[in-house]
Every structure is written in structure tokens, then in C-alpha cells.
Nanobody, 120 residues
Framework: QVQLVESGGGLVQTGGSLRLSCAAS????????MGWSRRAPGKQRELVAA???????NYADSVKGRFTISRDNTKNTVYLQMNGLKPEDTAVYYC??????????????WGQGTQVSVSS
């Protein structure tokens, strides 16, 4: 079993910053891609940022230049630094990880979500 635990959400004013963290634990051999997605009220979940094991990243157009994803493979942790926050960034943010639990099996896991609210 693998668990992803997020932290760092909260309420911030427009233009402010937050840093989300997500630590994976459990039956982990190694982790492939990690990422963050979000679901705003009344909208579908969207991928915000992703990072490969080697460090390659990609971002949604709506957050490019404002958000930075990073990871610490020694800690099985992924981060999302969010700067220049806007009210439209308000959402529940979920981390995700594609985990190798042994040499033949890999599965996708999700965190429980953390609320980010940006006031205007």
C-alpha cells in the first residue's frame, strides 16, 4: 500500500504565495512521474504540473511562469511553489504519483487533496 500526504494549502490574498508538499510512503521501490492537479468548484480536474523522475517538467498554460514543481527523490516528495496567486487558482489541489511497487508492477496513487483559496 502507498500513501500520499499533502500539506501546505490555505488562504492567501491575490498575488501571494504558497508552497504545497506531498510525501509518498509505503511499499515503494521507486517513483516515476509525479504531479499536481486541481479541481475548482463546478469544473473538471485539470493537470497543473508534472515532473519526471529525471527532472523534466511540464505545466498548464494557466500557471506557466508562476508555479514551479520540484521533487526530492531521497524523500519521495514532490513540491509545488505557487507565486502570483490569482482567485482563479482557488481549488482543491491533489498530488499524484506513478509508483513502482516492485520490478513488474506500477500503479497510480492520489493524495487526499488540500484546499487552496485565493481572495481578491
Amino acid at each position: 500500500q502507498v500513501q500520499l500526504v499533502e500539506s501546505g494549502g490555505g488562504l492567501v490574498q491575490t498575488g501571494g504565495s504558497l508552497r504545497l508538499s506531498c510525501a509518498a510512503s509505503g511499499n515503494i521501490l521507486s517513483i516515476n512521474d509525479m504531479g499536481w492537479s486541481r479541481r475548482a468548484p463546478g469544473k473538471q480536474r485539470e493537470l497543473v504540473a508534472a515532473i519526471k523522475n529525471g527532472g523534466d517538467t511540464n505545466y498548464a498554460d494557466s500557471v506557466k511562469g508562476r508555479f514551479t514543481i520540484s521533487r526530492d527523490n531521497t524523500k519521495n516528495t514532490v513540491y509545488l511553489q505557487m507565486n502570483g496567486l490569482k482567485p482563479e487558482d482557488t481549488a482543491v489541489y491533489y498530488c499524484q504519483a506513478n509508483v513502482n511497487i516492485d520490478t513488474k508492477q506500477k500503479y497510480d496513487y492520489w493524495g487526499q487533496g488540500t484546499q487552496v483559496s485565493v481572495s481578491s
